[in-house]
């Protein structure tokens, strides 16, 4: 899912995207247009979008260490890790862009833990990203310092600001999911029972600054880890901190407001929660059960009566309110 980043008038939009497979990167694209505001209020959606999302540059992030990190562009003058340029390597624009994989391992990208969803904070523009899950990292592959844990079969939440007018970024880890039992190097968020979670997927922000986080451990996920066992994939809520500072040695890790993390929602068996809807008022959440203990896929009938004691789960959206229709909290 692809988040934007907050809008200023005269400067260009940054759009995020993850590539959602084990050792994959995250994207941004910066528009070659600045923002008009009037854009907001025009019928013609389709212009509008083309308009920031046809002409742009492409970059891939870089991690470090210390805290930092680097948009590297995917343009045919950046050098690779061998003194070769995209253009030497990959030949034209085009070329570079159909093999953007093969473009972030060439630049030295940082290959990460399955990246998901990204949203944006609305009031200070941090970039907030799951990263689900990765059990292929491993001694062979290594880590590094975004995603610092072997197999990672719990996944976190990464999140960054970047700095204005420049392709640098500072950075944190906001999460490890976990299961509250685990040791002190795999529960690095001091989780508990009442937070716990692993397979962060669904990602949202509402207008109040409240992150919404939704989970997706699958059948296989639900049998590697503990969490899936002990509670089914979940909605959880926090109004997020501040950025942590990285002291050099290790990445920088939220440590803020980690028990302010609260579990709001439980789906039923085996179904993922994902999708994200409030109307202004915040009265009513509207989320989506998917899957249900069908996945994979339960049976080629109808989704009617199999039997007269047995019918086949069925995905559906389903929506949230207070009894005494005031906003949703946490």
Known sequence: MRAYSKPEAGKPLAFYSGDDSRFEYVYRFVSEANWDPKDAQRTDRLAVGAKYLDKGTLYVARFNEDGSGEWLALTGTTVGKNGRTLAQEFGSLDAILIN???????????????????????????????????????????????????????????????EADSNKFKWDIF????????????????????????????????????????????????????????????????????????????PAINAANQAELRRFFVGPNEAEITGFAMTPDHTSLFLNIQHPSNWPAYDTQDATVVSMNTVRPRSSTVVIQRTDGKPIAV
């Open 175 to 250: 999460v490890f999911g976990s299961d509250a039992g685990a040791d002190a190097d795999t529960n690095l968020s001091g989780l508990t029972d009442l937070n716990q979670l692993a397979s962060p997927d669904g990602l949202a922000f509402d207008s109040r600054g409240i992150l919404w986080i939704q989970t997706d451990n699958g059948i296989d996920g639900g049998r590697k880890n503990n969490v899936a066992r002990a509670t089914n994939d979940q909605m959880l809520a926090v109004i997020p901190g501040a950025l942590a500072d990285s002291t050099g040695t290790g």
């Open 100 to 162: 953007t994989r093969g473009a972030a391992d060439f630049v030295g990208a940082t290959p990460m833990d399955r990246p998901e969803w990204t949203a944006t904070h609305p009031s200070n523009g941090d970039i907030y990203l799951t990263l689900t899950n990765n059990t292929s990292r491993n001694a062979s592959t290594g880590t590094n310092p975004a995603n610092p844990r072997l197999n990672n079969v719990n996944g976190h939440v990464i999140r960054w600001h970047d």
